[in-house]
């Protein structure tokens, strides 16, 4: 059996924490932690839908730990909540 481990930042407090929504913003998350991209340079980093990924970072954005910076495209980068790392 294969145990799955999440980026401690993709469990959200407003949201039910399903496993393909965990799964989706763990990589995106990586994504960012790498190189901070617009939308369309994530989805293709991470292999997930445009669409999804707006779903997700909008997601993370309400609970403070990505942000939006800069005019259209948005670069898409962690905040310092969002930096932090469960030890």
């Not at 039910?16 to 991209?37: C, H, P, Q």
């Amino acid at each position: 059996m294969r145990i799955r481990t999440f980026h401690p930042k993709a469990y959200l407090t407003n949201r039910r924490n399903m496993e393909r929504g965990l799964v989706s913003r763990t990589k995106i998350l990586e994504s960012i932690e790498r190189k901070a991209g617009c939308v369309s340079g994530i989805a293709k980093d991470t292999g997930l839908s445009y669409a999804s990924v707006t779903y997700h970072l909008r997601a993370l954005r309400a609970e403070g730990i990505v942000e939006a910076v800069g005019r259209r495209p948005f670069l898409w980068r962690l905040t310092s909540l969002g930096q932090q790392k469960l030890i």
